[in-house]
């Protein structure tokens, strides 16, 4: 029986992406879902570009200690969660860890309300 193919097939060591420019691939796609998502005339939204995780002297001390808030709950609940899925002798561990993450988590909290708002 004759294959139709070379056993392995041939194949070419060059990637057809290798010559591609993001940028310029990264312009095309936004002006293809402009052209399709906004309609006519329609004025483009200015959107902020300041990010909560490039931390800067821009930010207030009552929205970087309502995101530490949030952080620390977050990461308390995977702890809890993820603790009812291991063993025994690891869970004691990981429910210490959930538990001193409350203790953060509340003294973030203390922070917050006693925090002094500007008039």
Request: hydrophobic fraction near 40%.
């Amino acid at each position: 029986m004759i294959k139709p193919t070379p056993n392995p097939p041939e194949t070419d060591a060059t990637s057809p992406y290798e010559s591609l420019d993001s940028k310029k691939l990264h312009e095309a796609a936004d002006r293809a879902l402009d052209h399709y998502l906004c309609p006519p005339g329609a004025t483009a939204i200015q959107r902020k570009t300041r990010s909560m995780y490039a931390v800067t002297a821009d930010f207030k001390n009552e929205e970087l200690l309502a995101d530490a808030c949030e952080t620390l709950a977050s990461a308390r609940t995977i702890a809890n969660d993820f603790a009812h899925l291991i063993p025994a002798s690891q869970r004691r561990t990981l429910l210490g860890i959930a538990q001193l993450i409350m203790l953060g988590e509340l003294a973030v909290n203390r922070a917050l309300d006693n925090l002094q708002l500007p008039q």
